[in-house]
T-cell receptor, first 116, second 109 residues
Framework: EPEVTQTPSHQVTQMGQEVILRCVPI?????FYWYRQILGQKVEFLVS????????KSEIFDDQFSVERPDGSNFTLKIRSTKLEDSAMYFC??????????????FGPGTRLTVT | QKEVEQNSGPLSVPEGAIASLNCTYS??????FFWYRQYSGKSPELIMFIYSNGDKEDGRFTAQLNKASQYVSLLIRDSQPSDSATYLCAAGGRRALTFGSGTRLQVQP
């Protein structure tokens, strides 16, 4: 069964450094998403991406964040200058096929980002 | 502010019993509703989705939606110890989902 994959599984970085989190969505999906979950807290929406542009973003997704689909398979989240409070599990998700008849989102295994 | 509210639990049920999980949502524009299961340290796993009022059954799981009351529920029949996890309710549309904080379910052998 196809699944969303994410790399790396764990990233440790120093405050102020740039990080890029990578995702390979399910191949026939059209919508791509990033969510994050701070330890012990809710899953929070960051951004959705469709047709090579941002579809919606939350208040969390400020100028420090950017997303890109650099090729036909990868979807990346960049954090330009990491802060301690960016430490969280970051989940990529994908959903919706050309049939357009479903809204289900399937999550990858996550990247644990630790900012020191 | 879009909110999804869930009782944090833990909800403790004996093996073989029915577990009933509930959530309410604030955004009347929500079109789709989901239940995810999340084991500790793992990612959310989609187990049920419902778009229309009424009941939807899939194996041991039944999701119920009442848009007038802005209420979603999940019933798990014949609960097994392996069902012990946190169950996340989510509401939204194709662009974004809002998640609740989750209900921790413990199934006692």
């Amino acid at each position: 069964e196809p699944e969303v994959t994410q790399t790396p599984s764990h990233q440790v970085t120093q405050m102020g450094q740039e990080v890029i989190l990578r995702c390979v969505p399910i191949s026939n999906h059209l919508y791509f998403y990033w969510y994050r979950q701070i330890l012990g807290q809710k899953v929070e929406f960051l951004v959705s991406f469709y047709n090579n542009e941002i579809s919606e973003k939350s208040e969390i997704f400020d100028d420090q964040f950017s997303v890109e689909r650099p090729d036909g398979s990868n979807f990346t989240l960049k954090i330009r200058s990491t802060k301690l409070e960016d430490s969280a599990m970051y989940f990529c998700a994908s959903g919706e096929t050309l049939a357009g008849d479903s809204y289900e989102q399937y999550f990858g295994p996550g990247t644990r980002l630790t900012v020191t | 502010q879009k909110e999804v509210e869930q009782n944090s639990g833990p909800l403790s049920v004996p093996e073989g019993a029915i577990a009933s999980l509930n959530c309410t949502y604030s955004d009347r524009g929500s079109q789709s509703f989901f239940w995810y299961r999340q084991y500790s340290g793992k990612s959310p796993e989609l187990i049920m989705f419902i778009y229309s009022n009424g009941d939807k059954e899939d194996g041991r799981f039944t999701a119920q939606l009442n848009k007038a009351s802005q209420y979603v529920s999940l019933l798990i029949r014949d609960s097994q110890p392996s069902d012990s996890a946190t169950y996340l309710c989510a509401a939204g549309g194709r662009r974004a989902l809002t998640f609740g904080s989750g209900t921790r379910l413990q199934v006692q052998p």
